[in-house]
């Protein structure tokens, strides 16, 4: 089968950073589905993975983190699929990727494809409303029904791949949704998103929100870097507040006060705890996936792509993770087709 992978870890503009190899069609067995990729979703985990270190491997690695595609076959323990369905899911950070035309997923932490998205709008989805579910439903106190109602949320770079889902689900959840992003573009694509407000996080946030009649909010979801927000968050968010972070930070963070006196929650976010330590609850991955195809078909979702490369090669790969690099990506990028 048709791959891309790696051997060695170099910058993006090596063109051996990422290659076209050819592997064995993998073999389904236990909880596994053997999917056949349709499309793929690049992530900054991508990126961050390839990027530039000395170590060798001495087989091609298989990078991706996001796909849809149909089931190709199924393992002996598998329950709730069947050969031909649509699916859409995340993968685990252990195993080998989805920048191969089969990939072995196990079917727990999959879901079947929203019924209304075609499989390039199907493969933006799995990873960043995963990481965002988790978060604000599961890790935070909040329902992902009613939870924010009364509530303000302040979500710091808003116009990413993460930021656009956030947006959704916090606002469908009730928060009044303050959004960060620093151009026109990026500030108009917030409020597409349905934020309802939009602020500049290259400058001073606690004025901007005075601003808007906000001296606090009650929960911040920082999708940026840990570090050079973690004093201000401690300033604007309220007594008994929460913050929820996913950038691990370059250095100690410093957890006493104010986030001490006023009892701030903190929560962080790995999308692939649950498949890499195998817990035991690794199947509420796969429940995420399907509530979230039910919202999608049901209009109450959107999807986040905003651009699709085709078709799925080491060039037009190595040019995704040459624009994720970039800083400027707004929504998904998505590659398609073999």
Known sequence: MKAVALTHYLPIDDPRSLIDVELPKPVAGGHDLLVRVEAVSVNPVDTKVRSPKSQVESEPRVLGYDAAGIVDAIGESVTGF????????????????????????????????????????????????????????QRMPFDSERGGEGKSLLIIAGAGGVGSIAIQLARRAGFTVIATASRADTSDWCRSMGAHHVIDHRQPLPAQLQALDFAEVDAVLNFANTDHYWTTIGEILAPQGHVGLIVEPSGALHIGDPYKSKCIGIHWEMMFARARYKTADQSEQGRILERVAVLIDAGELRGTRTETLAPISASTLREAHRQLESGKTIGKLVLAGW
């Open 82 to 137: 069947n050969v031909g369905e649509r699916v859409y899911y995340a993968g685990d950070i252990t195993r080998s990727g989805s920048n191969a035309q089969y990939q072995l997923v196990d079917a727990r932490i999959v879901g079947h494809a929203p019924k209304s998205m075609d499989m390039a709008d199907a493969a933006a989805m799995p990873l960043t409303t995963i990481t965002v579910w988790e978060l604000l439903f």
